[in-house]
């Protein structure tokens, strides 16, 4: 059983950075699709990047190309996500998954079912 947990989270000003890491236990993340999502009140969850298991191509979110980069750590069991430029709008629960069935693009862009998730890390951009 993957147990997953995020931290990193915190209050920023915009423009700001942040480095956001969810790490597994349980079992190795290597061979799991592996996605960061948020939530902010009052609107649906979104999925913001994810990394493939097989070959760790990447997909972003429209909203986030060119400032988020997703990454993995095999040794650490952990994935990244490095967020700059940001913006007030990127403020909401952000949420790491894994799915060892599923594909990248399913897992960040299709809605469904996913097999594992952690718990959130709120991130706040505010001045």
């Known amino acids: 059983q993957l147990q997953l947990v995020e931290s990193g989270g915190g209050l920023v000003p915009p423009g700001g950075s942040l480095r956001l890491s969810c790490v597994a236990s349980?079992?190795?993340?290597?061979?799991?699709?592996v996605g960061w999502f948020r939530q902010a009140p009052g609107k649906e969850r979104e999925g913001v990047s994810c990394i493939a298991g097989n070959d760790d191509s990447t997909y972003y979110a429209e909203s986030v190309k060119g400032r988020f980069t997703i990454s993995r750590d095999i040794t650490k069991n952990t994935v990244y996500l490095q967020m700059t430029s940001l913006k007030s709008e990127d403020t909401a629960v952000y949420y790491c998954a894994a799915d060892p069935r599923l594909g990248l693009y399913r897992l960040c862009a299709l809605p469904g079912p996913v097999e594992y998730w952690g718990q959130g890390t709120q991130v706040t951009v505010s001045s």
């Open positions: 349980g079992n190795t993340l290597d061979y799991h699709a």
